[in-house]
């Protein structure tokens, strides 16, 4: 938790992956989770910006799964845990994530917001469907 605090303020920056002058989404995951110790460096291919306003294919979750075991979520099934990841269906595909602080409060990074506390009951995050994602657990 305290490396994700630490990325707050950062301003969005697509791709960009330096704590305090840019991140996105992805690389705040890929970042913060390596500078904490929990994941190696991820070498993040390019993928244009609204990449899942025009594809089907679940290239986010296919990523994080190398590097996180999905756990279930919903129903009787216990809240997402601090440092667990959600990633929220954006387009066509779930292509937005953000690090658990405590259900339902996230750290993301947002397009016209940087690195950013949110509630995700409410505002745009609210209603989307969401996976849950344990970084912390082996993949297999």
């Given at each position: 938790?305290?490396?994700?605090?630490?990325?707050?303020?950062?301003?969005?920056?697509?791709?960009a992956r330096v704590k305090g002058a840019g991140?996105?989404?992805?690389?705040?995951?890929?970042?913060?989770?390596?500078?904490?110790?929990?994941?190696?460096?991820?070498?993040?291919?390019?993928?244009?910006?609204?990449?899942?306003?025009?594809?089907?294919?679940?290239?986010?979750?296919?990523?994080?799964?190398r590097f996180a075991r999905e756990l279930p979520?919903?129903?009787?099934?216990?809240?997402?845990?601090?440092?667990?990841?959600?990633?929220?269906?954006?387009?066509?595909?779930?292509?937005?994530?953000?690090?658990?602080?405590?259900?339902?409060?996230?750290?993301?990074?947002?397009?016209?917001?940087?690195?950013?506390?949110?509630?995700?009951?409410?505002?745009?995050?609210?209603?989307?469907?969401?996976?849950?994602?344990?970084?912390?657990?082996?993949?297999?």
């Amino acid at each position: 938790m305290e490396e994700a605090r630490a990325w707050l303020r950062t301003p969005y920056h697509h791709m960009a992956r330096v704590k305090g002058a840019g991140a996105d989404c992805l690389t705040l995951l890929a970042e913060g989770y390596e500078k904490a110790g929990v994941i190696p460096h991820v070498e993040v291919p390019f993928y244009p910006p609204d990449w899942n306003l025009h594809r089907d294919t679940e290239r986010y979750l296919e990523g994080v799964t190398r590097f996180a075991r999905e756990l279930p979520y919903g129903g009787d099934n216990p809240l997402p845990q601090p440092g667990d990841v959600a990633i929220f269906k954006f387009g066509r595909c779930f292509a937005h994530g953000a690090i658990i602080i405590s259900w339902p409060q996230v750290i993301h990074a947002w397009h016209n917001a940087g690195v950013v506390y949110a509630d995700t009951t409410q505002g745009q995050l609210a209603r989307r469907p969401v996976r849950i994602f344990d970084p912390f657990a082996a993949t297999g």
